[in-house]
């Protein structure tokens, strides 16, 4: 279907009973539909916004074009949860009032002060001649849920020397003074990021471009994010444009991350290391952060990427985030293991130990949908070796060591029903040693891969037929042995 500028504009107050009824009877057929999973009811979901913990709750926000599944207007769709399981969907929470934010409330961040909650967006409005001026606004939400936009931007545009690319704002307190990271775009057509300060909140000054290693790198960075961990300073961000680098940089737009000294507040200088991707998958962009009530600083991405058309664009809606993930530093690298909340999701453990040569056991009293297993793998004699899984006729996701390749891999390439072959349907991460713990979550049309507590991790959309629940266990050219626990979930 081919989308007109004015569809692709309504606002959602303009939906017809009809048209959401259409929409809520082709996505309650989905097969893919996650089950532990964010995901919007219908349309189109990206970035999450917002991630703070708030009078007792988490609450995350997305971007959401509800018509279908395509990028037009967005609104921000709020969720909440006590523990960061079985998020609860509250609806609308922004959406385009005023002249500004005309075409859309796009992406931005949340802070706790005092007894409030304050929501930094962009918002988005173009002219006649589709010219697009951006600028950067606040709401206010109280402790009964209600939430005020302030009626005036409070950055009303960007400064000379950067184009009309200007969003994304990431707001943090540090002593008595506020500061804001917003991605931005030169105007030779460069990402980099602009730094700012407040001492109230609604009055904000630049105090220039946050000033990293890299001057042309991308063409746009999106979605900045800065915070510290154990005393260094990390940027995170979604760098747009880069080029392929023999195994990375594969996807179509990367989310990694800058690791240093703590950011100078006062000049906005980072000394850091080099830009480190922080996902090895396919599917992961957009990722924002907050601090957990016991000091962890949790993560939760997009699990999805723009551009790119997914099988379940045809059911009507797309997309979905990623499971909370609890990030640390680890041999100066940025890693992520899985919130320990999840476990709760759990039922019974299932456990299969197995020693095989040249061959494929199917790990007979394990099978399900949706379902997280940890496995120990140990090569032998092996020469690769380790697991399949959503395994059906003709289908099946591989996840194994390769020693001549000295490679984890993660392969789709037979996954289900195909999408953006156009950027390989494999991925990998050096490894060299002949042990490995695999910490897996599988959903309905996704799987996330933890390697040996965080060391690497894989994001990736699967679309595998119904019935595709089988998992067995490979080793190829000699023996090898596992010990794999399943739990569903």
């Not at 906005?268 to 907050?290: M, N, R, V």
Request: net charge negative.
């Amino acid at each position: 279907m081919e989308w007109t500028r004015e569809q692709r504009y309504r606002t959602f107050d303009t939906m017809t009973t009809a048209e959401q009824n259409t929409l809520l009877s082709s996505v309650s057929t989905s097969f893919w539909r996650q089950g532990f999973h964010i995901q919007p009811p219908y349309g189109l979901l990206n970035d999450p916004n917002g991630f703070t913990w708030f009078n007792g709750r988490f609450y995350l926000f997305y971007q959401w074009f509800p018509f279908g599944p395509v990028h037009g207007l967005k609104n921000w769709y709020q969720t909440s949860s006590a523990q960061l399981t079985n998020w609860e969907s509250d609806g609308i929470a922004l959406k385009p009032e005023y002249d500004h934010e005309s075409h859309g409330i796009f992406s931005g961040s949340g802070l706790v002060y005092g007894d409030k909650l304050y929501l930094f967006y962009t918002a988005n409005h173009r002219n006649d001649e589709w010219e697009r001026k951006s600028s950067q606004c606040v709401a206010i939400m109280e402790t009964d849920g209600t939430i005020t936009k302030v009626k005036k931007p409070i950055i009303a545009k960007q400064p000379p020397g950067y184009t009309e690319h200007f969003r994304d704002p990431k707001v943090w307190q540090a002593g008595n003074r506020f500061y804001m990271v917003i991605g931005a775009q030169r105007d030779d057509m460069s990402g980099c990021i602009l730094f700012y300060d407040s001492e109230n909140l609604f009055d904000w000054k630049l105090i220039g471009e946050l000033q990293t290693n890299e001057d042309q790198f991308g063409f746009m960075w999106e979605c900045p994010d800065y915070f510290e961990l154990d005393g260094r300073g990390i940027l995170l961000f979604s760098p747009q444009g880069l080029q392929s680098q023999g195994e990375s940089y594969q996807n179509l737009y990367q989310a990694g991350t800058f690791v240093g000294d703590r950011l100078d507040l006062k000049s906005g200088k980072l000394t850091h290391a080099p830009f480190q991707e922080i996902d090895a998958g396919f599917d992961f962009y957009a990722p924002q952060t907050t601090a957990a009530p016991d000091g962890r600083r949790l993560l939760i991405g997009w699990m999805g990427l723009p551009e790119i058309a997914y099988p379940t664009d045809q059911e009507g809606w797309a997309h979905c985030m990623t499971i909370p993930r609890e990030l640390f530093l680890q041999n100066g690298s940025l890693c992520q293991r899985p919130a320990r909340e999840l476990k709760e999701l759990r039922g019974p453990a299932v456990t299969e130990k197995h020693q095989v040569s040249s061959t494929h056991t199917l790990l007979s009293s394990f099978s399900a949908k949706r379902y997280e297993l940890a496995a120990t793998i140990t090569l032998s004699s092996a020469k690769k070796a380790g697991l399949a899984l959503c395994v059906g006729e003709q289908e099946q996701t591989l996840l194994y060591m390769d020693r001549m390749l000295n490679r984890v891999v993660l392969d789709r390439t037979n996954s289900g029903v195909s999408f953006a072959e156009e950027y390989g349907t494999t991925r990998s991460v050096p490894y060299s040693k002949d042990h490995i713990k695999l910490q897996i979550f599988v959903d309905s049309s996704s799987i996330e891969v933890f390697v040996n507590n965080g060391e690497a991790t894989f994001t990736a959309r699967i679309f595998p037929q119904e019935g595709s629940t089988g998992i067995s266990f490979f080793s190829e050219d000699g023996s090898s042995s596992i010990k794999a626990i399943q739990w569903e979930y």
